[in-house]
């Protein structure tokens, strides 16, 4: 997995790493509505009782967590209930749409001692789905270029709310040098070896709220906290000008040598530029290209997308391969 002055998946893959020790001890109702302000789903269903999704993987059986240790600052606690996602993932979140069939290319530099690297991000919206931790969750295949060179290739795993939260349930990336697999130590999926799904974007982001945490794991030493500092900026980038852009800063406080990443969103396009604030590397991306693939470009994806998840259960033993496989729920690009 990139730095998080590298990552701009998940949240992406990317992408921290703060630890508080204090608890919040508060419980939601059972049959509680969402909390539309954090995008934190409230527990539907009494702890311990399984829902159709739960039973359908292979993983741990989760249940609702609507309290715990504040990791990302207070009011950051995460409630994780799979009774409050979809059954079929449909992400239309105005400011992180995932529509199968979609691909955004951005492109840019990252500057540091060593000199400057060209980049390239490729995010693809694939036609698969993927349980994990009870819910079923749509499949990004991100493919991340260093001066043209592919050095990391990676599966991120997203699922909505019934309201509108977007959640990341995990991500598998594939790292490369001088064009040959090393691994992907940094795997992590939600429900397995104490990993937290965290929230990707909320339903209504708004810089007077909490900071929020967007992914959790332990095991590899991951802790992703989000916080929106600015609303309603105008940023332009070669896909053109977008106004009313919101912008989220992902951090690494525990790192404070990798400082901060800035990422902009557009609503109804999302993800438009993402930047560097302090730490040794100073990163600019901005979005060069948004478009609707063909179903013949769309199948392509996908059988790259299930080599991927077939190749991760020979890779990650110990925590991928307690998951169900990815299934093809769309093969032609939607209008």
């Known amino acids: ?111 540091n001692a060593e000199g400057t690297t060209e980049r390239t991000v490729i995010h693809s919206v694939t036609g698969l789905t993927k349980v994990i931790n009870g819910v079923k969750t749509q499949v990004l295949w991100d493919q991340d270029l260093a001066d043209g060179e592919l050095v990391e290739s990676e599966l991120a795993f997203f699922a909505q709310t019934e309201s509108g939260a977007v959640w990341l349930f995990g991500e598998y990336p594939e790292e490369f040098e ?14 397995i ?30 802790l992703d906290c989000g916080d929106v500092v600015q609303e309603h900026e105008k ?5 053109g000008c977008y106004d009313d852009v919101l912008v989220i800063d992902e951090h690494n406080p525990l790192e404070p040598g990798v400082g901060h990443m800035r990422k902009f969103y557009s609503a109804g396009t999302g993800l438009v530029r993402v930047t560097a604030v302090g730490g040794d590397n100073q990163e600019t991306l901005d979005l060069v290209k948004a478009e609707q693939l063909s179903g013949a470009q769309l199948d392509f994806v996908n059988q790259e997308a299930l080599k991927l998840d077939q190749h991760a259960y020979e890779v990650s ?17 939607g209008g």
Not at 235 to 239: F, G, N
Not at 317 to 333: F, G, L, M, N, W
Request: charge should be negative; glycine fraction near 8%.
């Open 1 to 111: 997995m990139l730095q998080p002055h590298e990552r701009i998946t998940a949240l992406g893959s990317a992408l921290m790493l703060f630890l508080m020790t204090s608890i919040l001890a508060s419980c939601a109702a059972p049959n509680a509505a969402p909390d539309t302000t954090t995008g934190a789903p409230a527990s539907a269903s009494p702890a311990g009782t399984p829902t159709a999704s739960e039973t359908s993987s292979p993983a741990v059986s989760p249940t609702p967590t609507p309290s715990g240790p504040e990791l990302c600052g207070p009011g950051s606690a995460i409630a994780y209930d799979p009774a409050a996602f979809q059954s079929t993932p449909k992400i239309d979140n105005k400011w992180f749409p995932l529509t199968a069939g979609m691909q955004y290319t951005t492109t840019g530099t990252v500057t």
């Open 178 to 191: 001088g064009g040959e697999f090393i691994g992907a130590p940094n795997t992590f999926i939600s429900g």
């Open 193 to 222: 070896s104490e990993a937290e799904a965290g929230i990707a974007m909320r339903v209504e982001p708004r810089i007077d709220t909490p900071s929020y945490v967007q992914a959790h794991a332990p095991a590899v030493g991951l």
């Open 235 to 239: 940023v332009c980038v070669p896909t």
């Open 317 to 333: 033993t110990s925590d991928y391969a307690k998951t169900a496989p990815a299934e093809v729920a769309a093969e032609t690009s």
